[in-house]
């Protein structure tokens, strides 16, 4: 049995320390060589969440769009505008079909020529926009004409069988038709045939119908200048207030001065009244 020396029996504490101090180097070491964090991070700046943020915000999901924000790319085009309008019921009239023609003892002829009736017909045709058979019509009518120039008048007005019309509708357009015709003669016209019949189909356009292009660009077509004095040759002409299918502003009667004020097409712009009020009549209403 070994007795310790005197000295012996203390501790080495030399030796205790260094143990100590290695294994503390050890445990500080280790979690940062390894990555391992033992308490949390603090909060990086880009990580702070207002105090205001929504919970789905601070779990990492989108944030909704705002309210003031329409969600569309900066870049985007703007959208295009509204497009124009019709303000009125308007029609579009084609153009003149002969169907047949006779001789003055009523033998059909193989050979028709085109009769000068378009420029009569124009007109009265274009004011059954205002027919009350008319108002919302979004359909055609089929319209026939029975030319008679041995008695210088139009025989009869009637629905054909392309008319898309119900029959009572169209039966109250041609009776408008009659109405806008009943003055007019067929004095004058170029012809060969002693009676024709003729037809047109007229496209009826309602209110609040997107304006086409070439219509738009019909309707802003130049007016040239134009000054003197005309006289209305028929027994009624109608007044617009743009040339064509515009609105019908008024009827001036058989025999009315007028100032002429400019020129579209076959329209004239005209003062009709002694407070200078002004719409457009077709030329041959004037008798130019």
């Not at 898309?164 to 060969?192: I, N, Q, W």
């Not at 109608?238 to 502003?249: H, L, T, Y």
């Amino acid at each position: 049995m070994d007795v310790p020396k005197p000295g012996q029996d203390r501790p080495p504490l030399g030796r205790v320390g260094v143990i100590a101090a290695v294994g503390f180097g050890i445990g500080v070491a280790w979690p940062w060589l390894a990555d391992v964090h033992l308490v949390p991070s603090p909060p990086s700046d880009d990580a702070v969440e207002s105090p205001s943020a929504a919970p789905s915000q601070a779990s990492g999901a989108p944030a909704p769009a705002s309210s003031g924000s329409s969600g569309a790319d900066p870049g985007d085009s703007p959208p295009e505008p509204a497009p124009a309008r019709t303000r009125d019921e308007s029609v579009k009239v084609g153009e003149l079909q002969v169907f047949a023609c006779r001789d003055g003892k009523s033998k059909k002829s193989d050979n028709c020529d085109k009769v000068a009736f378009d420029p009569l017909a124009r007109g009265p045709l274009a004011a059954l926009a205002a027919c009350d058979a008319a108002k919302g019509a979004s359909e055609t009518l089929s319209i026939g004409f029975e030319l008679d120039f041995d008695e210088k008048t139009i025989a009869d007005v009637f629905s054909g069988k392309s008319t898309t019309f119900p029959k009572d509708k169209a039966r109250d357009l041609v009776a408008c038709a009659k109405k806008e015709f009943e003055s007019v003669r067929l004095d004058g016209l170029d012809h060969e045939h002693a009676k024709y019949t003729v037809f047109y189909f007229v496209e009826f356009v309602p209110a609040g119908t997107v304006v086409e292009a070439a219509h738009a660009a019909a309707a802003e077509e130049a007016t040239t200048d134009a000054s003197g004095l005309a006289t209305v040759s028929w027994d009624v002409a109608v007044v617009r207030d743009a040339p064509e299918s515009g609105k019908i502003e008024t009827r001036l009667r058989y025999g009315t001065r007028v100032v002429v004020a400019g020129r579209r097409g076959n329209w004239y712009l005209v003062k009709y009244d002694a407070k200078g009020d002004k719409g457009w009549v077709h030329r041959n209403a004037l008798g130019l």
